[in-house]
């Protein structure tokens, strides 16, 4: 397994400059005028992964924007010289293929929680969203970042505060999952330590909070009409 690379080490690269790093992986975004073309592109992405075993997380949309993201599971999830050796290869099908890149067009949303128990606080996070702890972290420190097992939603990054703030929260966030999973999601946030602020609008939504009262709401389609 190739040796793991820091941000900095990436950046003093200057063989790809599609790419950017974002939150321990490495992204490219690139264009074309059609869906079609798009669709191709990937499936020349997709037999250059099976070639090198090693594959990206891809993402279409209309009207021909590709995104790409790599990390390397077999690493925990951080970067390696088998994902730069594979941004290479997209890098040449892109340009092969007439391709526009992007570059700049590579973000990631990430939701800070403020916690002065981060540890009694993260997992309902984990619960309720049905998140995993962040890949990579150093296994001897505090588990302080979530992340979205499939990849798509925000990370959640927990902030350490030395005292709490008595206001309520301006913002809480909305979790919507199928209408059949909510009685689960709901019990998995209890058991781990959160508690049920209201359910006055089940089924469209309950709202729940954390050992420290940050709110979330589990919402599904169900009572709304």
């Not at 099976?50 to 970067?79: C, F, I, K, M, N």
């Not at 990430?110 to 962040?134: H, M």
């Amino acid at each position: 397994m190739s040796d793991s690379m820091t941000a900095t080490e990436f950046h003093e690269r200057v063989d790809l400059p599609e790419w950017r790093w974002l939150l321990g992986r490495i992204e490219a975004t690139f264009a074309t005028d059609t869906f079609d073309a798009a669709a191709r592109f990937v499936l020349d992405v997709a037999g250059a992964a099976e070639a090198a075993s090693h594959h990206p997380d891809v993402d279409v949309r209309y009207p021909g924007t590709v995104h790409l993201a790599l990390t390397t599971h077999a690493a925990g999830g951080r970067v390696t010289e088998q994902d730069t050796e594979l941004a290479t290869t997209i890098s040449a099908l892109a340009a092969s293929a007439g391709l526009r890149s992007s570059p700049q067009a590579a973000a990631i949303t990430e939701v800070a929680i403020d916690a002065i128990d981060i540890d009694a606080v993260r997992p309902f996070w984990q619960a309720v969203l049905g998140y995993v702890p962040q890949p990579g972290h150093d296994e001897r420190a505090q588990i302080d970042a979530i992340v979205d097992p499939a990849r798509i939603g925000p990370a959640y990054w927990f902030q350490q505060m030395d005292e709490p703030r008595p206001q309520r929260n301006r913002i809480h966030i909305d979790v919507t999952v199928p209408h059949d999973v909510a009685e689960q999601r709901i019990s998995d946030a209890l058991a781990a330590g959160g508690t049920l602020v209201s359910d006055a609008r089940a089924n469209a939504f309950w709202v729940l909070a954390d050992p420290e009262g940050n709110e979330a709401c589990v919402c599904t389609w169900q009572d709304r009409d």
